[in-house]
């Protein structure tokens, strides 16, 4: 078995919702409900990466383990490798990138996208669910992934661009992109030692380092997705729902 652990960046400083890995749901910070859903997939060990006092201090105070790096990364990837690198484990093949702002992430999809990029040993590993919505073709603040053939349950298919509106010409094998990413401890090495692209800043999608760069992005499909909080209204929604499952 491949000896593999999950990295979960946070930070307060969000543009949209500061503060909010330490939001309550049902009495728990969002942060640590996104925290106790890593162990749950029982993959391997969770650290939370963050680079504020306050979170290191949430997360520990309920017996989480979190390493604490600098505060100014330009990505949750170069975030997580530096707490990768304090680690110092070389029995590491693959981390995880748990993204810390959706709690009701569904630790199936997490434990099917770990199985899969073992198997097709795949440098880069992504999920994405289908689009059920027309609307979200042009949300800009949706990231959609458009692959080389149709997404199955069973079959990983290769991501060919990363991006945030979707044309009416483009929409054949155009999918609702879930920002978690599995990556194999050389592969992520090499990519926070890449410079940030044109492609990457102007667009803010950091994994368009990787593909400027010729490393292939494989991507598996979700049973679902799952609510991201960024904003306010994001935050109420899912308490509501989280709330109510109670």
């Not at 990466?49 to 505060?71: H, P």
Request: glycine share 4%; net charge positive; proline share 2%.
């Amino acid at each position: 078995m491949r000896n593999t652990i999950i990295l979960i960046p946070s930070r307060l400083n969000a543009t949209r919702l500061p503060n909010k890995p330490l939001l309550k749901i049902n009495n728990k910070s969002i942060i640590n409900h996104v925290y106790e859903k890593a162990l749950s997939t029982k993959i391997g060990d969770a650290y939370v990466a963050t680079g504020d006092q306050e979170i290191y201090n949430e997360v520990t105070k309920n017996g989480g383990k979190c390493i604490l790096t600098q505060k100014n990364h330009k990505t949750g990837t170069d975030r997580i490798f530096e707490a990768f690198q304090k680690l110092n484990d070389t029995k590491v093949q693959y981390i995880i990138n748990l993204q810390g702002d959706e709690p009701m992430i569904d630790i199936e999809d997490v434990k099917n996208l770990h199985n899969k990029a073992i198997d097709n040993k795949s440098e880069i590993a992504t999920l994405a669910c289908e689009i059920k919505d027309k609307i979200i073709y042009n949300k800009n603040d949706i990231v959609k992934v458009i692959t080389e053939k149709k997404l199955t349950k069973d079959d990983t298919r290769k991501a060919k661009i990363f991006l945030r509106e979707v044309s009416k010409n483009n929409m054949e094998n155009a999918y609702h992109h879930i920002g978690i990413y599995i990556f194999e401890v050389s592969i992520l090495k090499k990519f926070v030692s890449l410079e940030q692209t044109e492609n990457e800043i102007s667009k803010k999608l950091e994994q368009l380092r990787a593909m400027d760069n010729n490393i292939s992005i494989d991507v598996n499909l979700a049973n679902t997705s799952p609510i991201g909080v960024d904003t306010k209204e994001d935050y109420l929604e899912i308490k509501k729902l989280m709330e109510y499952k109670i």
